[in-house]
């Protein structure tokens, strides 16, 4: 019998794909990066192990339309968004948003749902420069900034 060792392994989970095939009991390992289903008959092994018995293990949902434009510079980890399974943020299609800026109080003005508590450190004027302090180590999801129309006006 192969074993198979990984970083992370999550135990028979209810597997559903997204490509529309009917859910399957598997294993998910995580390794160096990689993850794949391992099937009947094969060992597995992980550092760390989860047991998600009970539970649908899928791939993460895209939010096609967030506000998450400032509030990731303020809560990196954006918890409330991976707590939903949402692993990637769709940012700026609303036409408001933080970039371009070439006032600090016309962006916060102009972006949805900014909060002057979020203690956010403005430091870009370009989008460019946006995306560089958006991207920067430390964010937990993946987004597709878009620039916002709105903001390009007043630009």
Not at 12 to 17: A, F, N, P
Not at 28 to 50: A, K, L, M, P, Y
Not at 125 to 133: R, W
Request: hydrophobic content about 40%; charged content about 20%; some cysteine.
């Amino acid at each position: 019998m192969e074993v198979v060792v990984a970083d992370l392994v999550i135990k028979s989970g209810q597997v559903i794909d997204g490509t529309g095939k009917p859910a399957v009991m598997s294993d998910i390992v995580i390794s160096e990066g990689s993850f794949f289903s391992v099937g009947d008959g094969t060992e597995v092994e992980g550092n760390f192990e989860w047991d998600a018995s009970g539970k649908v293990v899928c791939p993460g949902f895209i939010d096609i339309h967030s506000h998450a434009d400032f509030s990731l510079m303020a809560d990196r980890r954006n918890e409330g968004a991976i707590r939903q399974g949402i692993t990637t943020l769709v940012t700026g299609n609303c036409g408001h948003g933080p970039a371009p800026a070439r006032d600090v109080d016309l962006a916060k003005r102009n972006t949805a749902g900014f909060s002057e508590s979020w203690n956010v450190h403005f430091s870009w004027g370009s989008f460019s420069e946006y995306m560089d302090a958006l991207l920067s180590p430390g964010l937990s999801a993946n987004v597709a900034p878009l620039v916002p129309h709105g903001t390009v006006r007043l630009f």
